[in-house]
């Protein structure tokens, strides 16, 4: 019954795919809290290890590169936006036009992570 194992690898394959992409926020999100002004720099020591376990699962499934440049994108993507917080919370009068400051802080993001 080789029709039955097909849809179950679909589905594990699914789920794993999730997996790898929250473990590397999760990655992101610890590396970007380390450099935070918050006494949380121990969290450096740690951050890689989610990261690194989802690159090795998805190397042992032999995923192609781009499966592998794109968690390594949403890592960037994360600690990027943990990291360049400050420019979300810049106040009115320091800009000209307040409401490009969220657009802003995300398109830098999405830049610096590449």
Do not use: E, N, Q
């Amino acid at each position: 019954m080789p029709s039955i194992a097909r849809p179950s690898r679909a589905k594990r394959s699914g789920s794993d795919s999730r997996r790898g992409v929250a473990l590397a926020a999760l990655s992101g999100a610890l590396l970007g809290a380390a450099f935070l002004p918050a006494p949380l720099g121990f969290l450096a020591w740690f951050a890689f290890v989610p990261l690194l376990a989802a690159l090795d699962a998805r190397v042992r499934a032999r995923a192609p590169a781009r499966r592998l440049f794109g968690l390594g994108y949403v890592f960037g993507f994360v600690f990027y936006l943990v990291g360049i917080h400050w420019i979300a919370r810049l106040s009115p009068v320091a800009i000209t036009v307040p409401w490009l400051k969220y657009p802003a802080w995300i398109a830098a993001a999405v830049y610096l992570a590449l």
